[in-house]
T-cell receptor
Framework: DGGITQSPKYLFRKEGQNVTLSCEQN?????MYWYRQDPGQGLRLIYY???????QKGDIAEGYSVSREKKESFPLTVTSAQKNPTAFYLC???????????FGSGTQLSVL | RKEVEQDPGPFNVPEGATVAFNCTYS??????FFWYRQDCRKEPKLLMS???SGNEDGRFTAQLNRASQYISLLIRDSKLSDSATYLC???????????FGTGTSLTVIP
């Protein structure tokens, strides 16, 4: 079945540690996105990519990094510079401009 | 000013009631519009795309008013299973960015 796979479902980060969230899609979508959701708040865009080897900062990119070496994959690294990383992280993809978004099941990141 | 604004609610309605949500957007160049449903700690799932002519899917009706820059979602004959947060989403083709409202919380009461 086609879809977006995020892993892990739960992740714990220690102080000063970088962690990487995985996002893989087999929908042949060009565009991929990372969003952060805090309790009671809307989704905020971290990074997005419209083609391989290109990505753009969203509204809250500080403390995060991404790569897009393959069309199917768009991993997100939460660096130690992100001082408040606890949140629900959602990866999404869309086929082309204006097409609806498909979401992965999310990763809950917490700080130990 | 936020790109997309929604009344956060909560809306608490009895089973069988009709409930309506509205959402306003600020950029007149917005091109496509959606309603998503999100259950607690789950991913958002597409409920409906919204077209200028309006569209209906069973108990759900969505409308778009470009002149006033708002979209609406009407739920008829509410079911317990409709309890969720409903997200309004707007897309600008330029940059292919999606803008989300903060969501409207609905609880359907037996």
């Amino acid at each position: 079945d086609g879809g977006i796979t995020q892993s892990p479902k739960y992740l714990f980060r220690k102080e000063g540690q970088n962690v990487t969230l995985s996002c893989e899609q087999n929908l042949n979508h060009d565009a991929m996105y990372w969003y952060r959701q805090d309790p009671g708040q809307g989704l905020r865009l971290i990074y997005y990519s419209q083609i391989v080897n290109d990505f753009q900062k969203g509204d809250i990119a500080e403390g995060y990094s991404v790569s897009r070496e393959k069309k199917e994959s768009f991993p997100l690294t939460v660096t130690s510079a992100q001082k408040n990383p606890t949140a629900f992280y959602l990866c999404a993809s869309s086929f082309r401009g204006g097409e609806k978004l498909f979401f992965g099941s999310g990763t809950q990141l917490s700080v130990l | 000013r936020k790109e997309v604004e929604q009344d956060p609610g909560p809306f608490n309605v009895p089973e069988g009631a009709t409930v309506a949500f509205n959402c306003t957007y600020s950029n007149s160049a917005s091109q496509s519009f959606f309603w998503y449903r999100q259950d607690c700690r789950k991913e958002p799932k597409l409920l409906m795309s919204v077209y200028s002519s309006g569209n209906e899917d069973g108990r759900f009706t969505a409308q778009l008013n470009r002149a006033s820059q708002y979209i609406s979602l009407l739920i008829r004959d509410s079911k317990l299973s409709d309890s969720a947060t409903y997200l309004c989403v707007v897309n600008l083709y330029t940059g292919n960015q999606f803008y989300f409202g903060t969501g409207t919380s609905l609880t359907v009461i037996p």
